[in-house]
Every structure is written in C-alpha cells, then in structure tokens.
C-alpha cells in the first residue's frame, strides 16, 4: 500500500510539472523498480502512469500549460474556470472524471486481457515476429509526424538491440567502443532517449526569468464538486467511452482521446456555446477520456506485447527488466504478477482520486520550480538512475550518448517512441525470427512459413495498413497545409 | 520563407538522414561480408530497410518535402551549447575522477547557476543556489546509497 501511495503522490507531482511528460516519468521510475520484487515494482509503476496523466491536468488548469499532451483539452474550459476563481472546482471535478474514466478503462483492460490473451495462446515464432514488427510500425506510424522517420528510428532501435554478443552463437556484433561490450541495456536507452533530450529542451530557452502567473485555488466543497460531476453524466459517459475505443487502438494516445471526446461532448451539450468559457463539461469529456484509455492501452501490451503508446512502451522495458514477457503467457507463467498489476491499477484510480482532492494546492508550488532546477535535476537522477541497474558507468555513457543523439534528431522530426520501441522488441523480433528459420528449413521453407497462413497474412496485413493509413493521413494534413496554414 | 531559407533547410534535413544511410551500410558491410552469416540474418534484414528508408528519406528532403522538424538554428546551439559541455564535463570528467556524489553536485550547481536567471553576483543567489544543490544532493544520497545501497565509483573524494 505504501508503495501505491508513493507511486501515486509522486505520479501526480511529476505529471503537474510542465516539461516532465508520463513517458519520462515512468522511466525515471524504473530504476527504482530494480531493486523490488517484480510485483511491488509493477504496482510501482502501474500507480505512477496513472496518476502523472491525471496529475497533467493540475498544469493545465493553472497554468494553462498542458503537463501532457493528453491535458490540452483539459486546459481550454479548466484554465478558464480557473481565471474565474473556480480554480479549486475545476480540480476537482478533473479528479473525480479522471477518476469515472480510468475505472472503466481498467475494467475494460480487466475483462477484455485474459480473452486476448487465452486466443493469443497458439501463436508461434512466425507471429511473434511479425507481431514484434507490428508494434514497431504501428508506432513508428502513428507516433511520429513522418512515417518514413518513425520507422526508420524503428530500425536504428532494432540495430541498436542487436549491439553486444548475439544471444544464440555468443558472436560479437557491431562492438565498436568498450562501453558498448554488454550491449545497450534496456533502461539506460530509455532514460537516454527520453530524459536528457527533456532536459537541452529545457535549457532551450537560455537564462530567461519565466514568471508562471500561476492562480490562487480557493476553497471548495468536494460533496458540491460530486453532485456536479455526476450532473453530466452525457460528458462523462461521452468521454469514458471515447477513452476506451481510442485506447484500444494502438498508437492513438490520450491527446486524440482527450481532444475528440471534448469535441463531441461540446456537439451534444446544450451549453456548447459555452465551451472554452470555462464550462465544467468540457472538463468532465477531457479528464475523463484521457484516463479511460490509460487501462485499454494496456490490452495489446499485455497480450501481445505490443505497447498501445510510448508510455506502454516504457512500462513494456519495466516489465522485461523483471523477466517478465508480456504477450500470450503471461497470464500463464505470471498470472500472480500479472493480475496485481492490473489490480495494482484499479487501486491507484482510487488513491489519484484521494491525493488529487487533496493534493492539488501542493502541486500548485511544485509546477512553479524553475527549468533549471528541474533540468539539472533529472540530469543527476538520469546518471544515478542508469548506473544503479547494472552498477555499470558504460549504462551511464551509453545512456547520454543515446539521449544526445536524440535531442538532435528530435529537431529534424524523428521520435524516441519507436526508437526505444526498437530496442525493446529487438530481441524479441530476432529470436523468432531465428526460430521461425530453423522450423522452417525443417518444414517448407521461409516464405511458406512466414508469409503464408490466415494469422501470418493478417498481422502482415496489419503492418502493411498500420503504414499506408499513416502515409495517407500525412498527404491528406499536407494537402491541406497551404489552405489552412497549419505547419507540420 | 526565403529561397535561402528553403536551401538552407533541405541541407539540414538531409544531413541526419546521411547519417542513417551511413549507419545501414555500415551495418549491411557488417552484416553481409562476415563468414558466418548466421548471427548477422536479422541485422541484414535491419540493414537493408534502413537504406531503403533513409534512400527515400533523403530523396524528399532533396526535393524539400521533408517538412518534419525545425532543424537547429545557430542561436539554439548558442544557447544549449554550454549546457551539452556541462552535462559531458559531469558524466565523462567530473563523476568518474572526483567521485559520483561530489561530480554529481558540481554538475548540478554549475547547470543550474549557467542557466538561472537570477544575478551572478548576489551573495543570496549562491546562497539559494547552494542550499538547493546540497537539499537535492542529500535527497538522492539518502534514496540511493542509504534505501537502495547502489555502491557507486568513488574517485578522490565521495
């Protein structure tokens, strides 16, 4: 319990301070899931990613700065009621929405897991490894604004698993520096590639005083805030359900959950004229979809490995430092780690909505530290972060190479999602691949083992539609560039 | 945007997607002239997408259809400059030579004064500055080598 509460408090400070996305909180928090057991560690973590996307919101309501973006709907009626001295009401009402859709987000992720997973049983090498390929596109595809950067930081991701000894003959592969004769460990790649290209972005700006105006929270009645709440019920049903679908589509993300659900709780609202005036509606749509699709995004993680956002994708490398594999057997070999994670979820909805009542006005100081504190900051937590999982200074080295090679593809429109995707599902990818090899010399062949079979041609057929609905959507927002002014 | 401009941002959309090109056919030399190619299957299957894509990559930013990302401006890498020097002074001098404690805390203040924008030299601003170095410092003393008993490289002092 304790290690919920802590998960859950330090979620929601991390999520309110601007600069500091989910993403990178749950990896600064891996390191410190070495040292427990794999359950307490998973509930560790599975607290956290809750709590920092509702935590976001306390950000957006004050500062009308989104802490993720999966917030910018909560900002445009939160920030608004806020300047009205509703600061405290708009808090809570985004707690208890947070609180409606990540309920029945993890129900979701509670009923829909073991059917998955129980049909995912029977899948072999070959849909493994397609399955592996599938996660990379999907998020080289959807998370990035270029498809052909997105997958091609999916393959640098995949080259860089491959660098140490080959796990199969012990052969030495692509060793160029004697940092990198253990390979590139999990956790140093995801620190390195999401925390220090955070931190040069906060020096972005240089020594420039940023005053936040940051708003009084006056008292309010918490009861007032629930009547209120369940008074729209349409938002919130609109939102959870929005949530969920979206959740459930890999790479979709809280923003589009967040920013659809807000648009059509606004369609249906006899108040739409209201909406961005600081209508407690829109609040209850945005908050309450943001963390709805938090449990279902975790359905294809855990059934088939295939992390359903960047966020997953970090929890998918907190999962395999454990030893745990997520995918068909989980609920198999690890049913008892499994399910008090997914358990461990349910309970951290709970203790957000308590902390988040209470915690708020604390939180207000917290999102106020200055960029260079925070900066330097997660700069020593990201060193002492890497080195404490191995005690290797190369985790260090390896860690801050990676992390300054992605800032600076970052700024040409390449994203760290299916870079460390890559080397998550590297591993995974070329032992079934391997494997597929050997079963298929001993059958048919690789084209009748790989590319033939109803499951094959249709995982095959989800890479390939995962790509083109990508390369179509970026002709289409390009096409519409010059008449909307809308730069990429 | 100027005609200028545009050159300008296709040179520098084309250069890290050189880089790629040069990363896979380093590894397709690796992977395909081995004698036992074995171990190298998957990496020459990685080898050949990444020159394929970094071939089509480098193909729009020629034409100027690479609209992804801003590039690096000579102002931004004015600003982050002495930040990057700080953070490859911390982990490759400071931390392994003096120790990782005492690295870490002069890594830390020196970030955090380079880029604060209270005065240099007001005696409360150091005073500030210190007190926050040595709050955070004991923080992560008392979670790593007290709660976590992460043993870490000791150099002349801590």
Not at chain 1, 451 to 462: E, H, K
Not at chain 2, 30 to 50: C, G, H, K, R
Not at chain 2, 73 to 92: H, M, N, T
Not at chain 2, 151 to 158: D, E, I, K, N
């Amino acid at each position: 319990m304790a290690i919920l509460c802590g998960g859950t408090i330090g979620g929601l400070l991390l999520g309110a301070t601007p600069g500091l996305s989910p993403t990178m909180a749950v990896a600064l928090l891996i390191p410190f899931t070495f040292h427990m057991t794999p359950t307490h560690g998973l509930m560790l973590l599975g607290a956290a990613y809750t709590a920092t996307v509702a935590g976001g919101a306390i950000s957006a309501i004050l500062l009308k700065i989104p802490g993720a973006p999966a917030n910018i709907a909560t900002a445009l009626d939160g920030n608004a009621m806020a300047k009205k001295g509703e600061g405290a009401r708009a808090l809570q009402i985004c707690f208890i929405s947070s609180f409606i859709g990540g309920v029945l987000g993890i129900l979701v992720l509670i009923f829909l897991t073991p059917v998955l997973a129980k049909w995912a049983l029977g899948f072999g090498p070959s849909h493994m490894f397609w399955i592996a390929i599938l996660g990379v596109t999907i998020i080289g595809s959807l998370d990035s604004k270029s498809v052909i950067k997105g997958l091609l930081a999916g393959a640098v991701g995949l080259w860089i698993a491959m660098i140490g000894y080959d796990s199969i003959q012990g052969v030495e592969r692509f060793i160029f520096s004697e940092h990198l004769e253990g390979g590139v460990h999990i956790i140093a790649a995801l620190i390195g590639l999401f925390a220090i290209p955070q931190i040069i972005e906060m020096l972005e700006g240089g020594r420039i005083n940023r005053q936040y105006q940051i708003i009084k929270v006056q008292p309010h009645s918490i009861v007032a805030a629930f009547r209120e709440t369940i008074s729209k019920t349409r938002a919130a049903v609109i939102g959870s359900v929005v949530g969920v679908v979206v959740g459930l589509i890999p790479g979709a993300g809280g923003q589009i959950a967040g920013l659809v659900s807000y648009d059509q709780a606004r369609r249906f609202s006899p108040n739409r004229d209201k909406f961005g005036t600081g209508e407690s509606e829109g609040v209850v749509a945005a908050e309450s979809a943001n963390n709805a699709m938090v449990g279902p995004s975790l359905v294809p993680l855990l059934t088939l490995s295939v992390p359903g956002s960047p966020t997953a994708a970090v929890l998918l490398g907190g999962l395999l430092i454990h030893g745990i594999f997520p995918g068909p057997n989980l609920f198999v070999e690890h049913a008892d780690v499994a399910w008090a994670f997914i358990n461990s979820l349910l309970v951290g909805q709970v203790l957000m909505l308590v902390f988040g009542l209470y915690i708020a006005g604390l939180a207000a100081h917290v999102v106020r530290i200055p960029p260079p504190i925070l900066a330097s900051g997660i700069l020593v937590l990201s060193v002492f972060g890497a080195y404490s999982v191995q005690s290797s200074y190369s985790d260090v080295v390896v860690m801050l190479a990676l992390g300054l090679g992605m800032y600076f593809l970052s700024k040409y429109g390449f994203s760290p999602a299916p870079l460390v995707l890559g080397v998550i599902l590297g591993p995974i990818a070329e032992s079934n691949y391997v494997q597929g090899q050997i079963i298929a010399e001993a059958g048919d062949g690789m084209f009748a083992y790989f590319f033939t079979g109803a499951l094959n041609l249709f995982l095959i057929g989800l890479v390939v539609a995962s790509i083109v609905y990508s390369v179509v959507s970026e002709i289409r927002i390009r096409r519409l560039e010059p008449r909307t002014g809308v730069a990429s | 945007m100027s005609q200028q401009d545009q050159v300008a941002g296709r040179f520098q959309q084309c250069l890290p997607v050189l880089a790629t090109l040069a990363l896979g056919l380093w590894i397709a030399y690796e992977s395909f002239t081995v004698e036992d190619p074995q171990p190298y299957l998957f990496p020459q299957l990685i080898s050949v997408a990444m020159i394929g894509l970094s071939a089509a990559a480098l193909f729009r930013a020629i034409r100027g259809a690479n609209r992804t990302g801003v590039g690096i401006p000579l102002d931004l890498l004015l600003r982050i400059a002495p930040g990057i020097a700080v953070i490859l002074a911390y982990v490759l001098v400071l931390a392994p030579q003096l120790g990782f404690y005492t690295g870490s805390a002069i890594g830390f203040i020196t970030l955090y004064s380079l880029y604060d924008p209270n005065p240099h030299l007001s005696v409360r601003t150091w005073f500030t500055r210190i007190a926050i170095t040595a709050g955070f410092m004991l923080v992560i003393y008392l979670v790593f080598a007290l709660a976590l008993q992460v043993q870490t490289p000791r150099g002349l002092f801590l």
